[in-house]
């Protein structure tokens, strides 16, 4: 397996049903395509700037720092990403 690193990191929050899907579908790629998770709740005052780029977008998801999904995490895209990824 490739030694690249992935970093797949959530911006959500916590009373939003689309984030708990997102990770949901994370969690089971996740069992094939092993990666670093990170999940942020754009609610808490520290995450002021993501509150304002992203509260009418949740989920997002950014691979490596980059938006690569937002408003929910599609499984088919997501694992066809993480390959891509793998192959560079």
């Known amino acids: 397996m490739s030694s690249k690193r992935m970093l797949l990191?959530?911006?959500?929050?916590?009373?939003?049903?689309?984030?708990?899907e997102a990770k949901n579908t994370l969690l089971?790629?996740?069992?094939?395509?092993p990666?670093?998770?990170k999940e942020i709740d754009i609610q808490q005052p520290e995450n002021r700037k993501k509150w304002e780029k992203?509260?009418?977008d949740i989920p997002v998801l950014h691979l490596n720092g980059?938006?690569?999904m937002m408003h929910s995490v599609d499984e088919t895209k997501l694992t066809d990403t993480l390959k891509k990824k793998l192959a560079e």
Do not use: M, P, Q, W
């Open 9 to 20: 990191t959530l911006f959500g929050s916590k009373g939003c049903d689309l984030c708990h």
């Open 28 to 33: 089971k790629v996740r069992k094939i395509y």
């Open 35 to 37: 990666f670093e998770f």
């Open 54 to 56: 992203y509260t009418f």
């Open 66 to 68: 980059e938006e690569i």
